[in-house]
């Protein structure tokens, strides 16, 4: 049987955060929806999923194949998860790697980001339709390189004036086939992964008997190191100088990557778990994930944390497009 339910975040990372533990597979998370405004319980299984997400339709391949070759990948970083968590430390050099490995996959390989790409494409394919309309003679040029490639059946309806009228660029929207988004994806992963690997890695650590880190469906948070309103609407990359990547292992630990730290481990005070949790919080697609009903998150610095309790009626708490 062929799956197609895809967990773009894997439940081995999500188990982390399971009410009870790693340990007990019918363990439950607690889940914070922006869309419908409700908090539930369920298991890790039932979120942070698409249908068909990384489903391929490749001469000679399952449909299933690089689903089950992300499954691979993923049967080796959940491990390292568990043994960072009970070292609480990334100082073994495997299980870094593949730390690392699990962030850039999160930032790179998800509906939101694969929808901005869809967006951009759209827009281009948009405008190149907008100028090979311009003229009746641009219009010939390009049907005719299109027959000669292949793309367009020699036979096809292609009159310029029936095209022209019936062109509107809002009743329609370009779909990218599920090879071309997954291909762009690990394009990118390969340029990103050394970026990654190039920044120095702070493990911090909640204090004893906090409710901890909360973590979301889109949890490798790139931000810029100092708050800055003039920077709200730049564009920020893993390249960028001055940026950080927040990211929670569980809810005891979490690492922030950035190119002026040291490598190292710190302590932190719940108020700082609270600021860590405001930036995943502001930095999910549309929901969050927790172990306990108890955590605190800090959106505005100037004001004290808040409880969870609060989050859904919080208005910054919003689905991101």
Same mark, same amino acid.
């Given at each position: 049987?062929?799956a ?15 009410i009870?533990?790693a340990?007990k ?13 409700k908090? +539930?319980r369920t298991?890790?299984?039932n979120?942070?999923?698409q249908?068909d997400?990384n ?10 194949a +690089?689903?089950?070759a992300? $499954? ?11 043994r ?5 430390? !990334? ?5 870094r790697?593949?730390?690392?490995n ?5 930032h790179? %390989?998800?509906?939101r ?6 967006q951009?494409?759209d %827009?281009v394919?948009?405008?190149?339709l907008?100028?090979? /309309?311009?003229?009746?003679? /641009?219009?010939d ?8 490639a292949?793309?367009?059946a ?12 019936d062109?509107?660029?809002d $009743?329609?929207?370009?779909?990218v086939p599920n090879?071309?988004? !997954?291909?762009?994806? /690990?394009?990118? +992963?390969?340029h ?13 650590? $909640?204090p004893?008997g906090s $409710? ?5 469906d889109?949890p490798a ?10 920077r %709200?609407h730049?564009r920020?990359?893993?390249?960028f100088?001055g940026?950080?990547?927040l ?8 690492v922030?990557?950035a ?14 778990v ?5 930036? !995943? !919080?502001l930095n999910s697609?549309?929901q ?6 108890s955590?605190?998150y800090?959106?505005d610095q100037?004001?004290p944390p %808040?409880k969870?309790?609060?989050l ?6 919003k689905?991101?497009?």
């Open positions: 049987m062929v197609k339910r895809h967990h773009f975040v894997p439940t081995c990372y999500l188990e982390v955060f399971c009870q533990g340990k597979k019918a363990s439950d998370i607690y889940v914070f929806d922006a869309v419908t405004r908090d +539930f298991s890790p299984d979120v942070a999923l249908t997400f489903t391929i339709d490749l001469e000679g391949h399952k449909p299933d +690089f689903e089950l992300m $499954a691979s990948v993923e049967s080796d970083i959940g491990p390292a998860l568990v960072i968590i009970a070292a609480k430390s !990334i100082a073994n050099e495997e299980d790697i593949l730390l690392l699990l962030i850039g996959l999160l790179i %390989r998800n509906p980001l694969r929808e901005r790409f869809r951009f494409r %827009r394919a948009k405008m190149i907008d100028v090979a /309309m311009s003229s009746r003679k /641009m219009w040029f390009q049907v005719q390189n299109a027959k000669d292949g793309f367009i020699q036979d096809a309806d292609t009159d310029y004036d029936k095209m022209k009228k062109f509107n660029p $009743a329609y929207r370009i779909e090879e071309e988004n !997954i291909r762009t994806e /690990m394009d990118t +992963f390969d990103a992964l050394p970026l990654l690997f190039d920044r120095k890695w702070l493990l911090l650590k $909640a004893e $409710a901890g880190f909360v973590t979301c889109h948070s790139l931000i810029w190191s100092e708050p800055d309103p003039k %709200r730049l920020i990359g893993l390249k100088k940026t950080e990547i990211f929670p292992i569980s809810p005891h630990l979490a922030v990557g190119y002026e730290l040291e490598n190292g481990e710190c302590d932190i005070t719940e108020e700082q609270a600021s860590c949790n405001g930036t !995943i !919080i697609h549309r969050v994930y927790a172990r306990t009903m955590f605190t800090q959106i100037s004001k %808040r969870a309790s609060e859904l009626e919080d208005g910054r708490f689905p991101t497009p």
